[in-house]
């Protein structure tokens, strides 16, 4: 696997950009190092890397991520949740453990919000009976990124949204003054709003909300 990690960061060095990465760790606040890689030109590098034939054994996949996750480059931690994703048909119910473990390490928004609903939202698909004891256990836990991780797993189910389950937890983190838990609230309010704007619109009059997710909830609709 470090042959993996060495062979992916020579081929990410032979492209990186000392101007781009520098404004790139502005942009993220600071908190990350970057080689200097916009994304069609990552996505690129990494596209061998992806390929059937030559992805790890799903047995490896866990232990690899958490390497890439050492890494200080956060190009590491954007082609881990690509890696993952590749596995989503294979999921097993221990596999939330690995996801948790990506959402709580070096969390922000551009990693959680791919892993909440494209990797959260296919895992709680896979296995429903594990929603209830996940989603209590996030939104006690106090860490935001778990919270907006419960919030978003839901983002593009369309019809098959559980509006009772989206409303307890909605609920639950109302009051906070939290940016990314209020922004979170309106965008996948604003998204259930494409397949049921009645629905939106009536727990949007009946609930308390912070005036971000308002505003954000309602967005599509007031455009008609």
């Known amino acids: 696997m470090q042959e993996f990690i060495n062979l992916l960061t020579s081929e990410f060095q032979n492209k990186a950009n ?14 990350f190092e970057f080689f200097g890689l916009k994304a069609p030109v ?18 490896q996949v866990n232990e690899l991520v958490k390497l890439l ?8 931690q954007l082609f881990g949740q690509e890696l993952v994703f ?11 453990e690995v996801l948790e473990f990506m959402i709580t390490n070096k969390s922000w928004w551009d990693t959680v919000d791919f892993i909440a609903y494209k990797l959260v939202g296919a895992y709680f698909k896979m296995f429903p009976n594990e929603i209830e004891a996940k989603i209590n256990n996030w939104l006690s836990s106090e860490n935001i990124w778990l ?3 419960a919030l978003l797993f839901q983002l593009k189910y369309k019809k098959d949204v559980n509006t009772k389950l989206l409303s307890t937890i909605i609920n639950a983190l109302l009051g906070t003054n939290e940016f990314f838990i209020n922004k979170a609230i309106g965008w996948v309010l604003r998204e259930y709003s ?5 629905w939106v619109i009536d ?5 308390a909300l912070h005036n971000l997710s308002r505003r954000e909830a309602l967005r599509l609709l007031k455009k008609e």
């Open 86 to 96: 590749k596995y989503v048909k294979q999921f097993e119910i221990k596999d939330i």
């Open 69 to 76: 996750w050492k890494q200080p480059q956060r190009d590491f």
């Open 194 to 198: 494409r397949t049921n704007p009645q």
């Open 147 to 149: 919270q907006r991780t």
């Open 18 to 31: 000392s101007k781009i990465a520098s404004e790139q760790k502005a942009y993220m606040r600071n908190q």
């Open 203 to 207: 727990f949007v009059s009946e609930t």
């Open 42 to 59: 990552r996505r690129e590098i990494q596209k061998p890397f992806l390929v059937k034939q030559y992805l790890p054994e799903k047995s």
